[in-house]
Structures are given as C-alpha cells and as structure tokens.
C-alpha cells in the first residue's frame, strides 16, 4: 500500500497477557518510529530504529516493552504482562531519511498510521 | 528540552467562522515546527511545518500557521471553517538535526452547523 500500515487495529487483552502490535512502514522509508497516544495526552516516542543501526529506546516506559524491525521494514512492538495503564493508541510512523539529515524537507517528514488501540482489561 | 503547549484542548466554531487553534513552544535553538490533524479513528497527517524559511506557512486544506519567535508561538488558522475540518489537532516541535518530536497534548475542534 501507499501508506504506513498497522495492524491489529484493535486489541483487547487481559492484564498479565502478552501482545504483539506490527507496523508496515512506506517502502523504502529508512527510519521507523512508535509512539504512544494516551487519553487526553500527547503522543509520547517510544522507539526509533534507523537501518542497521542500534535503536533508540530511550522512550520505552518499561522493561515490558520491546520491539524490533526485522530486514529493515516491518517493525513488531511486543508488551509483556500487559497492565491496565498499558492501555493506549499504538502509533508508526517512517520516514525517508532519518537524523541528522532532518532539513525539514519533504523527505524526512514523518507519516504516520492508524495506529492500534490496545485495551487492557 | 523542548516542550509544546496547545491552549484548550476542546475548541468550538461556527461553520464559516475563524478558525484559531494556539501552541506555544519552548527551545534553546530554533526549532522545526509542525501542525498534524488526526481525524478518528485515522493517525496523524501532516498539515504544515516551519522549517526557519518563510514564517507564514500554508498548508493543505486552507490552513496556514505563522512561526512567531518574539512570542513563541505557532497558532493555526483557517479564515473560513468547514463540517470536515472537525478533528484533533496536534502541534509538535523537533530539533535540526534530531527526530523525536515532542507533541502537544491536542486540541479537538468542533465545528457548529
């Protein structure tokens, strides 16, 4: 597809359980983003993978959030044991070129998915 | 660090009103900054972005936003609102040279028949 898919768009778990949340990024687009959107709060960045290169991670809230991007395209986030607080709008997003090459150009504008909304109950 | 405040996080306008959604930023060194709209259900599309060119910037849709740095600021607005244009709306701020945005927490827009 033309756009950053993501997928489920809908998840419903139980707390203690684990979920997988995947993100198809725009062809080509090097670098790779999750964010997390909580009600009635900005978007919080929780990773950043660029190519081959060590991610990002500085934002994951908790060692019961992982994610990797494997060949360089699809990305998978996984949260163990889910909690309640967990609950949120998982967001991707990609970009075609990644820092430092941020000119504000149209190239490293970040485009985002429909993201995936995960309640824990 | 950078940080983003949106004035009001509920604005409502008559449709063909002015519409007028406000974010402050805070930076040590100039930043880029960005106007996303998120319909529901939907992820965030790009509206427009300063990027230390021109500091009224025209986007899509009719929005336009002007880069104010003796104020601070990064308002959005639209001469003539329209039913469609009812959604959230996020500024966000990034730094040359770096990619995490910082967002603001939103302004939902209602418009008024």
């Known amino acids: 597809g033309a756009g950053v898919s993501q997928s489920p768009s809908n998840k419903v778990t139980e707390k203690g359980k684990d979920v997988e949340l995947r993100c198809d990024p725009i062809?080509?687009?090097?670098?790779l983003y999750w964010y997390r959107q909580s009600l009635g709060q900005g978007l919080e960045f929780l990773i950043y993978f660029q190519g081959n290169s060590a991610p990002d991670k500085s934002g994951l809230p908790s060692d019961r959030f992982s994610a990797e991007r494997t060949g360089g395209s699809v990305s998978t986030l996984t949260i163990q044991r889910t909690q309640q607080e967990d609950s949120a709008v998982y967001l991707c997003?990609?970009?075609?070129?990644?820092?430092?090459?941020?000119?504000?150009?149209?190239?490293?504008?970040?485009?985002f998915g429909p993201g995936t909304r995960l309640t824990v109950l | 660090a950078q940080s983003v405040t949106q004035l009001g996080s509920h604005v409502s306008v008559s449709e063909g009103a002015l519409v007028l959604l406000r974010c402050n930023y805070s930076s040590s060194v100039p930043p880029y900054l960005f106007w996303y709209v998120q319909y529901p259900n939907q992820g965030l599309q790009l509206l427009l972005k300063y990027t230390s060119a021109a500091t009224l910037v025209k986007g899509i849709n009719g929005f336009e936003a002007e880069f104010k740095k003796s104020e601070t600021s990064f308002h959005l607005t639209k001469p003539s609102a329209h039913m469609s244009d009812a959604a959230e709306y996020f500024c966000?701020?990034?730094?040359?040279?770096?990619?995490?945005?910082?967002f603001g927490t939103g302004t939902r827009l209602k418009v008024l028949a």
């Open positions: 997003a990609s970009s075609l070129v990644p820092s430092p090459l941020n000119t504000g150009d149209a190239t490293d504008t970040q485009y």
């Open positions: 062809s080509g687009h090097t670098a």
């Open positions: 966000a701020v990034i730094l040359s040279g770096t990619y995490k945005y910082t």
